[in-house]
């Protein structure tokens, strides 16, 4: 089933959140793997399997692979900022918000 785990459907309502507040005009949004995974509370290696089965099942599209560094103060690259393009049809309506960026309180109202 399509978006069965429970990973994929929190990558996808992460990544329609992120499109939503910080989409480009050509409907790109920039961010690195690791600080996504960060917020959702997850790890970085289920974000990147997730996103091949979101990019697969066509609901977004990876656009620049690579894209500006990220540093901490050692110099040490710690990730790369990567462009995403979601590839479903959007609108913006609907019953659910997000409240103080809480991904996880919007997730259990969505799916419980």
């Known amino acids: 089933?399509?978006?069965?785990?429970?990973t994929s459907r929190l990558c996808a309502l992460g990544l329609l959140l992120l499109w939503k507040a910080q989409a480009d005009e050509e409907g790109v949004v920039s961010f690195s793997q690791r600080d996504f995974a960060n917020w959702l509370g997850i790890r970085q290696t289920q974000v990147s399997t997730t996103f091949d089965e979101l990019e697969l099942f066509d609901f977004m599209k990876r656009i620049k692979a690579g894209g500006e560094q990220s540093f901490v103060w050692s110099?040490?690259?710690?990730?790369?900022?990567m462009g995403y393009r979601i590839q479903i049809k959007t609108e913006n309506s609907g019953n659910y918000i997000i409240v103080n960026n809480d991904i996880r309180a919007l997730y259990h109202s969505v799916f419980d």
């Open 1 to 6: 089933m399509r978006f069965s785990k429970r």
């Open 75 to 81: 110099g040490r690259i710690v990730g790369k900022r």
